[in-house]
């Protein structure tokens, strides 16, 4: 299900997007610049002590976030490893419009059967999820 | 003489909302005409078995539970695999579920992949009976007597459309794929002779698969609450329907993938294991000696026994 394609599109938009922020923020600066800021006080923002609760769910959220990127990082050495810069074969969209399953090609590592994940999923041929 | 042989046939196309890929390996003379046969398949099971065209066999015999109705063999196969899994689950598996279904607002195709599906229903559940469906069946006349609860055979219609197209597909060439959404089917070693390898998704929707399973030959089916869950009066429902409570089943299960060298089998149990509930997989699974691998509420990634050595790759748990 990663979506190979998508990376280099992703690195693509962002590459696309990055002078149009710049710009934009640019923009921004030079009009504040021209424009001093109001005489009115600014509210003082709020502040909600953060719970023992909210430290760990960030943690957590950050442990999988690490633990997506390095899946990532993995999958893109795998393609690296292979001598591609993609799929072998194009990669099908699935009906709901998500990424598609990474179709399977002639050369593969052989994970150890039954082995909880340190690296990214290996190519597959088909998903079976919901319909 | 020399035998014709096609490196790899495939054909995909939509039926019973979702998208379909029939792929045959080394595909041999036969094989076109295998294809269009297990199309064929697809389509007929489709038409006498939606419950979304009143003019349907199965609709039909709803409409008069109560009288014997002679219908298509595909309506007669899923009317009596479903009283089969009706007996086999000890009613986990019951399609008396199609008024409860209309009343959380499912009476028609919704757009569960344009977003947040919102409807308007009644909300409560049509029906919390628990008497034993046992539906007339009379082979000799390919006719069914369905009682008085209205059915719903979505579900089943597709395992065992998975497993005609099978049987369409046999001697077609050194293997096969059939992937019809949830549901699997693959015959022969695989491309690269090392089996078919198919990823379970992540019933979160994330882009990684939460585990891939090695199947050389056999069907594989998954129900999972990802998609077909919507919003009724406010309130979060989804299609797999508890027949103990007549209500979406709150079992604590994200998803349920089973392997069984039945389509048929393999769509019954997914369904009837994620009803069972966190609670009750595990022992039900091992006591029936199924495959099955499931996600919680928590993303945990838990296996039977009988599933183990299909695994090949495992996720740490899904997001």
């Known amino acids: 299900m990663t979506d190979h394609r998508g990376r280099p599109r992703g690195l693509s938009t962002a590459a696309l997007l990055a002078p149009a922020v710049a710009a934009a923020f640019g923009g921004s600066v030079a009009w504040a610049a021209d424009h001093p800021p109001a005489a009115v006080a600014t509210p003082k923002p709020a502040v909600r002590a953060e719970t023992g609760d909210d430290t760990a769910k960030k943690i957590q959220d950050r442990q999988r976030a690490v633990e997506r990127i390095r899946k990532e990082i993995a999958s893109l050495q795998f393609d690296v490893d292979q001598g591609k810069g993609a799929p072998s074969r194009p990669v099908r969209s699935r009906t709901d419009g998500t990424s598609a399953a990474t179709p399977r090609g002639s050369a593969k590592p052989k994970p150890a059967p039954d082995a909880r994940a340190k690296t990214a999923a290996p190519p597959i041929h088909a998903t079976t999820g919901a319909s | ?319």
Not at chain 2, 38 to 65: I, K, Q, W, Y
Not at chain 2, 145 to 161: F, H, N, T, W
Not at chain 2, 180 to 198: M, N, Y
């Open chain 2, 1 to 319: 003489m020399t035998t014709h042989v096609t490196p790899e046939l495939t054909v995909v196309f939509t039926a019973m909302a979702c998208q379909v890929t029939l792929r045959v390996i080394d595909a041999g003379p036969e094989a076109r005409q295998a294809l269009v046969a297990a199309r064929r398949a697809f389509e007929r099971v489709e038409a006498a078995c939606t419950r979304f065209d009143p003019g349907s066999a199965l609709m039909r015999a709803n409409a008069d539970g109560e009288a014997w109705h002679q219908v298509p063999e595909e309506c007669y196969l899923a009317v009596a695999g479903a009283a089969r899994a009706h007996l086999e689950t000890d009613g986990l598996f019951d399609p008396r579920v199609l008024d409860t279904l209309v009343a959380l607002g499912y009476d028609r195709t919704l757009p569960f992949r344009s977003g947040l599906v919102r409807v308007t229903g009644t909300g409560s559940p049509a029906r919390t009976v628990r008497d034993p469906w046992l539906p007339g069946l009379d082979p000799r006349m390919r006719s069914v007597q369905l009682g008085a609860d209205r059915v719903d055979l979505g579900g089943i219609g597709k395992g065992l459309a998975v497993r005609l197209a099978a049987r369409a597909l046999a001697g077609a060439g050194r293997g096969h794929l059939i992937e019809a959404g949830g549901d699997c089917h693959v015959r022969g070693d695989g491309p690269d002779r090392d089996g078919w390898w198919i990823g379970v998704e992540d019933p979160s929707g994330g882009p990684e698969p939460v585990a891939v399973l090695r199947v050389l030959d056999g069907g594989c089916a998954t129900s999972s609450l990802r998609i077909r869950s919507w919003h009724v009066n406010g309130r979060p429902v989804h299609h797999l329907i508890d027949p103990r409570t007549g209500d979406s089943a709150e079992g604590g299960l994200r998803s349920v993938t089973v392997l069984d060298d039945d389509p048929v089998r393999a769509e019954v149990w997914s369904k009837a294991l994620l009803i069972a509930g966190r609670s009750r997989i595990a022992p039900l699974a091992t006591d029936r000696g199924l495959a099955a691998l499931w996600v919680d509420d928590d993303g945990r990634i838990d296996k039977s026994a009988e599933m183990a050595s299909s695994v090949v790759w495992e996720a740490n748990d899904a997001h």
